[in-house]
């Protein structure tokens, strides 16, 4: 096998050795150059799998030489390396597309892990466009992002769907558990089976029971004939329980028992039904905490925390906006009908310098929003900084008159409605009950309302 080939860009003899024989013990090839036109010479001259390239070099320095280097090297991923005192050069280089930095001093150990995790994301990136020329995709193109963290989910993603185990899924609202659900189902082999998804804290307390295990004839008033549960409809697939923090702590330990031995009765029979399901669990919450609360049981946490997934915040992995913003953008452009071709960096420096409390989520509303104020073909900061104001005018509950637009009118709607569900939980204070109400809409339907505009009733409390 042929050891992957990294190029050192430094001009720091004692520096450049220590990196040319610490990756060299780790079993890479190394080849190095003193200044920026010789490492974008070299990187034209002969094939690399990464670049590690200083900022601050005689000549040229590590900025400008980064679009030279994605034309003589296209696809190969730089490292970027700045003083302590320049950091914010490092976050400036991956805004030109720099697959990551660090700042000097910096621990070898670190740096190797982040050489390997970057190695491997090319590796895996090669094995998507081998199957891409044989016609095949995988459902994990659908995760959005290379940063060091996303790699290591999606490997981890990769690993734990061939298994038959259940799955616990963790994460700040607005990171993705729905779409890394999604993943694991379509890449287990259990794929072909049904993929039923029920959320917790959307359905009454006095109904979740019916829903998840099903009931028999007379089981409550009104249940005029036996109804099989979401367990039983998932026979040969899987089941999402989503926001499982909410789960009512009596039912609890019937789900342990769904969980462990793989059946339950349906409400008001007598007799267990055996389930053929993979359990696929997700929540914001902090379990543990949830125990030491009395409201969550330890026994059903310690069974499901066995193959777990912790996903990242947006905020540790900013190295993908400008992917995410992309992709963001090109959707926002399919919803709203308009032709924005891109954000300019002063726009995407905004972006960089939030934290995303609500993560991606959030992250693709302000996307969106941006691009409704935009009246040209590119986002710049005035539109960013609008998006984030909410300033737009709020029209009454009554009287309301609709801004005129020149949008189709299905577009149009669809952005009211975004606009008077916002307007909503603004006045609720991120309550979805009390917006619910004040809709005129049940709470389940506004749960589905807010899956499909994207938004997060966290972003409007104690506003």
Same mark, same amino acid.
């Given at each position: 096998?042929?050891?992957e080939r990294?190029?050192i860009v430094?001009?720091? +003899?004692?520096f ?7 990756l ?9 150059a003193?200044?920026?036109e010789?490492?974008i010479?070299?990187?034209?001259a002969?094939?690399?799998?990464l670049?590690?390239h200083?900022?601050?070099l005689?000549?040229m320095?590590?900025?400008e030489?980064?679009? %030279?280097?994605a ?12 003083g302590y ?6 976050v400036q280089a991956m805004?030109?597309?720099a697959?990551d930095y660090?700042t000097?001093?910096? %621990?070898l150990s670190?740096?190797e892990?982040?050489v390997?995790r970057a190695?491997?994301?090319r +590796?895996m ?6 199957l891409r020329?044989r016609? =095949? ?6 995760? $959005? ?6 790699m ?9 769907a061939e ?11 607005g990171?993705g558990k729905?779409?890394?659900s999604d993943? $694991?189902?379509a890449?287990s082999n ?11 804290a959307a359905i009454p307390e006095?109904?979740i029971?019916s829903?998840?295990f099903?009931?028999?004839?007379g089981?409550?008033t ?8 979401k367990?039983?409809?998932?026979k040969g ?5 989503d926001e ?5 702590l009596?039912l609890q330990?019937?789900l ?9 009765e ?5 007799k267990p039904?055996q389930?053929d399901v993979?359990?696929?669990a ?6 543990e905490?949830?125990?030491?609360d009395?409201e969550? +049981? ?6 499901l925390?066995?193959?777990?997934l912790i996903?990242p915040?947006? =905020? ?6 400008p ?6 953008l090109d959707?926002?452009?399919? +919803?709203?009908g308009?032709?924005?071709?891109s ?6 420096e905004i972006f ?8 991606v989520?959030?992250?693709?509303n302000a ?5 409704i104020?935009?009246?040209s073909?590119v ?15 709020e029209?009454?509950?009554r009287?309301?008159v609709?801004p005129?637009? !020149?949008l189709?009118l299905k577009?149009a709607? $669809?952005?009211y409605e975004r606009?008077?569900?916002?307007h909503?939980?603004?006045k609720?204070g991120?309550?979805?009950? !009390? ?9 389940k339907n506004l749960?589905n309302k ?14």
């Amino acid at each position: 096998m042929v050891s992957e080939r990294i190029l050192i860009v430094d001009d720091d +003899r004692a520096f450049r050795g220590m990196l040319v024989e610490a990756l060299t013990d780790t079993g890479y090839q190394v080849v190095t150059a003193s200044s920026a036109e010789e490492g974008i010479k070299k990187a034209g001259a002969e094939s690399f799998d990464l670049i590690l390239h200083d900022i601050k070099l005689p000549g040229m320095s590590g900025l400008e030489a980064l679009p %030279h280097l994605a034309d003589a090297a296209p696809g190969v991923d730089v490292i970027v390396m700045t003083g302590y005192s320049s950091k914010d050069s490092g976050v400036q280089a991956m805004q030109l597309g720099a697959y990551d930095y660090f700042t000097k001093p910096f %621990h070898l150990s670190e740096m190797e892990v982040v050489v390997r995790r970057a190695m491997e994301k090319r +590796r895996m990136q090669s094995e998507l466009a081998e199957l891409r020329k044989r016609g =095949r995709s995988t459902p994990l193109n659908n995760i $959005i992002g290379q940063s060091t963290p996303m790699m290591a989910l999606k490997e981890r993603i990769a690993r734990v769907a061939e298994l038959n185990a259940d799955v616990l899924i963790m994460g700040e609202t607005g990171t993705g558990k729905e779409l890394v659900s999604d993943t $694991i189902h379509a890449l287990s082999n259990r794929a072909s089976g049904p993929f039923i998804k029920i959320n917790c804290a959307a359905i009454p307390e006095n109904l979740i029971e019916s829903e998840l295990f099903g009931h028999e004839k007379g089981a409550f008033t009104g249940a005029t004939g036996a109804k099989p549960g979401k367990f039983e409809q998932a026979k040969g697939g899987s089941i999402m329980l989503d926001e499982l923090g909410e789960m009512p702590l009596h039912l609890q330990p019937k789900l342990l028992r769904a969980v462990e031995q793989k059946q339950a009765e349906r409400l008001g029979g007598a007799k267990p039904i055996q389930y053929d399901v993979r359990i696929i669990a997700a929540t914001n919450q902090d379990l543990e905490q949830r125990i030491e609360d009395g409201e969550f +049981r330890s026994d059903l946490y310690y069974r499901l925390n066995v193959a777990t997934l912790i996903l990242p915040p947006l =905020r540790d992995r900013k190295s993908d906006l400008p992917e995410l913003a992309d992709f963001f953008l090109d959707r926002a452009n399919r +919803r709203l009908g308009t032709d924005i071709a891109s954000i300019s960096s002063d726009a995407m420096e905004i972006f960089f310098n939030y934290d995303w409390p609500g993560n991606v989520r959030q992250f693709a509303n302000a996307v969106e929003r941006a691009a409704i104020f935009c009246t040209s073909s590119v986002i710049t900061p005035a539109e960013v900084d609008q998006a984030f104001s909410n300033k737009q005018p709020e029209p009454e509950q009554r009287g309301m008159v609709l801004p005129e637009t !020149d949008l189709p009118l299905k577009q149009a709607l $669809i952005q009211y409605e975004r606009h008077l569900i916002e307007h909503a939980l603004r006045k609720a204070g991120g309550t979805q009950t !009390d917006a619910a109400d004040a809709l005129g809409i049940s709470a389940k339907n506004l749960w589905n309302k807010l899956q499909k505009h994207g938004i997060d009733p966290a972003m409007f409390k104690n506003r």
